[in-house]
């Protein structure tokens, strides 16, 4: 079965500095890797995803991610921080199970990580 | 940009109480889903939803739940009757096809009491 672990429940960054918020996968065949943000009373929003290629995604706000195989990891990373990325982040693993020939397509998340830049 | 719309924001009820969480997904999208979170745990999938009929349930989604797309825009999740451990809240997602991202409302805290 697929699932994803978010290690960290709070990571605490000051402003400038660099972040990593980190999110290890356990799948059965290829990866379909998502990250999601949630600000306060908004939905989920997507930022990037990897389904093949390189291993460094670029996303949205200046997020990247890198999928690394070896290590069953996939790290959203920024390389400055903003107080404005406080929020709470989730990782996603995309089910690509077929049913009736369809893959679909539902998400199975970690439990988040908040994440709170100070300035 | 078009988004993912639910209503009401809040919802509090009564144990045993039905309710209905109601959904408008991006117009053009033709696949639908229903997650929850528990207060402090993992989102969670309940169901997906294509062509008018249900694709795939979780073994959350037991026969107190039913959902609905009833005129083409809406798409609801209905809890027959409600149970303390059903307070959570409710992501409503659709995405146009399977290629694409799902896009996520901005969800109904529902409170059971």
């Known amino acids: 079965a697929q699932s994803v672990a978010q290690p960290e429940d709070q990571v605490n960054v000051a402003e400038g500095n660099p972040l990593t918020v980190k999110c290890t996968y356990s799948?059965?065949?290829?990866?379909?890797l998502f990250w999601y943000v949630q600000y306060p009373n908004r939905g989920l929003q997507f930022l990037l995803k990897?389904?093949?290629?390189?291993?460094l995604v670029k996303g949205s706000y200046g997020f990247e991610a890198e999928f690394n195989k070896s290590q069953t990891s996939f790290h959203l990373k920024k390389p400055s921080a903003l107080v404005s990325d406080s929020a709470l982040y989730f990782c996603?693993?995309?089910?690509?199970?077929?049913?009736?020939?369809?893959?679909?397509?539902?998400?199975?998340f970690g439990r988040g990580t908040q994440l709170t830049v100070w300035p | 940009e078009p988004e993912v719309t639910q209503t009401p924001s809040h919802q509090v009820t009564q144990m045993g109480q039905e309710v209905i969480l109601r959904c408008v997904p991006i117009?053009?999208?033709?696949?639908f889903y229903w997650y929850r979170q528990i207060l402090g745990q993992k989102v969670e999938f309940l169901v997906s939803?294509?062509?008018?009929?249900?694709?795939?349930k979780s073994e959350i989604f037991d026969d107190q739940f039913s959902v609905e797309r009833p005129d083409g825009s809406n798409f609801t999740l209905k809890i027959r009757s409600t149970k303390l451990e059903d307070s959570a809240m409710y992501f409503c997602?659709?995405?146009?096809?399977?290629?694409?991202?799902?896009?996520f409302g901005p969800g109904t805290r529902l409170l059971v009491l």
């Open positions: 117009s053009n999208h033709l696949y």
């Open positions: 997602a659709s995405r146009p096809n399977l290629r694409e991202t799902q896009y």
């Open positions: 799948v059965s065949g290829n990866p379909y």
């Open positions: 939803f294509y062509n008018n009929e249900i694709s795939e």
């Open positions: 996603a693993v995309r089910d690509i199970k077929r049913n009736r020939g369809s893959t679909l397509g539902r998400l199975y």
């Open positions: 990897y389904i093949t290629g390189d291993n």
